[in-house]
């Protein structure tokens, strides 16, 4: 597994225990960052940072745009992995310049074959594909 394969799960991770407690993402973040020497041992990586942040900074039009194109699914409706890898792909897809639309639909699919049901990958596709298709178009 790549280093950045590995820095999405663990931002699956914090976005996933964020949305189902509830709780402040980026509180989150810093509590699950030690670094000190040791077994406790858990830094969080970079590249995690940067994904976390960046979905924080724009979760409200990630959201509204999940919620536009997964055409007949409510929010609340979406198990909350499938609703978190959608967070981080979109996220990907439309701020992170320095990685394929390809590669982050593939590493969402993956993600949804590990950690969800049968049927997610292919909703996931659907959605991430459709933003890829008009990521041009939207206003940001």
């Known amino acids: ?44 990586r970079e590249y995690t940072r940067a994904l976390v942040e960046g979905v924080h900074l724009h979760k409200r039009k990630i959201d509204e745009l999940i919620t536009t194109y997964s055409q007949g699914w409510d929010m609340d409706r979406l198990a909350a992995v499938d609703r978190n890898i959608l967070r981080l792909g979109i996220y990907e897809i439309l701020w992170a310049d ?6 982050v639909i593939d590493e969402a699919l993956n993600l949804a074959q590990s950690l969800s049901t049968d049927d997610s990958a292919g909703f996931i596709h659907g959605v991430l594909g459709r933003i890829v298709s008009i990521k041009s178009s939207l206003a940001l």
């Not at 663990?10 to 020497?37: F, G, H, M, N």
């Not at 320095?98 to 590669?103: F, G």
């Open 1 to 44: 597994m790549s280093a950045r394969s590995k820095a999405r799960k663990q931002t699956l991770d914090l976005l996933y225990e964020s949305d189902i407690r509830t709780s402040d993402l980026l509180e989150l973040l810093a509590t699950r960052d030690v670094t000190e020497e040791g077994v406790d041992a858990r830094p969080i």
């Open 98 to 103: 320095d990685v394929e639309d390809a590669i």
